[in-house]
């Protein structure tokens, strides 16, 4: 598709198990963001690749949380060790370049939820 | 510390009334702002945008207004129509200051509500 593609859509796992999170950005788009939404909170930036480079990796809740992009296209969010509070939407962004330049094209997101 | 707030949660608004929808933000760096629209179960989607070189930003129903010296900025959708209900997301960011790589600063949102 010709949009920004999120997997899995939904993901209900046990305290205590790793997850991984898919982004797969539009194509030729150089930034990719990873943000999350929780409960009645708003978006909560964590980590964006400028290609397959994370310059700010100061959004990440904790040390459980890691993410790669290869090749400058598909992104991987790793969640250790998962928690309940790290229950929410991860939604993933992509736009044609870095910084806050202007329109970010948002995937329908991946809604987490942690037993 | 938040620096993008929007303090109403919610609003309710009358089809063909004027919506209104604010965002204050604390970070006198920000110069450029957007607002998002969204629907349940779907991502924010772009809806306009202004930079801190103007004051008003025109697209069709949806005008934004960014008062600099308040450092507040509001949506203003009229007319209103059913299908505008959804949250808005206010965010801001650092275009033109060279600072701040850090994509996008998102306010809580406000769930929009237009009724019959």
């Known amino acids: 598709g010709a949009g920004v593609s999120q997997s899995p859509s939904n993901k209900v796992t046990e305290k205590g198990k790793d997850v991984e999170l898919r982004c797969d950005p539009i194509?030729?788009?150089?930034?990719l963001y990873w943000y999350r939404q929780s409960l009645g909170q708003g978006l909560e930036f964590l980590i964006y690749f400028q290609g397959n480079s994370a310059p700010d990796k100061s959004g990440l809740p904790s040390d459980r949380f890691s993410a790669e992009r290869t090749g400058g296209s598909v992104s991987t969010l790793t969640i250790q060790r998962t928690q309940q509070e790290d229950s929410a939407v991860y939604l993933c962004a992509s736009s044609l370049t870095q910084g806050g330049t202007g329109e970010l094209f948002f995937g329908e997101g991946s809604r987490l939820t942690v037993l | 510390d938040q620096q993008v707030k929007q303090n109403s949660p919610s609003l309710s608004v009358q089809e063909g009334r004027i919506s209104i929808l604010n965002c204050d933000y604390t970070?006198?760096?920000?110069?450029?702002f957007l607002w998002y629209k969204k629907y349940p179960a779907e991502g924010p989607t772009f809806l306009i945008s202004?930079?801190?070189?103007?004051d008003k930003n025109e697209d069709g129903r949806f005008t934004v207004f960014l008062n600099k010296s308040a450092k507040h900025l509001s949506l203003h959708i009229v007319p209103s129509q059913p299908g505008d209900s959804a949250v808005y997301f206010c965010a801001a960011s650092y275009m033109y200051s060279g600072g701040g790589a850090d994509g996008l600063t998102f306010g809580k949102g406000t769930h929009l509500i237009i009724q019959p």
């Open positions: 194509s030729g788009h150089t930034a």
């Open positions: 970070n006198s760096m920000f110069d450029y």
């Open positions: 202004i930079s801190s070189i103007k």
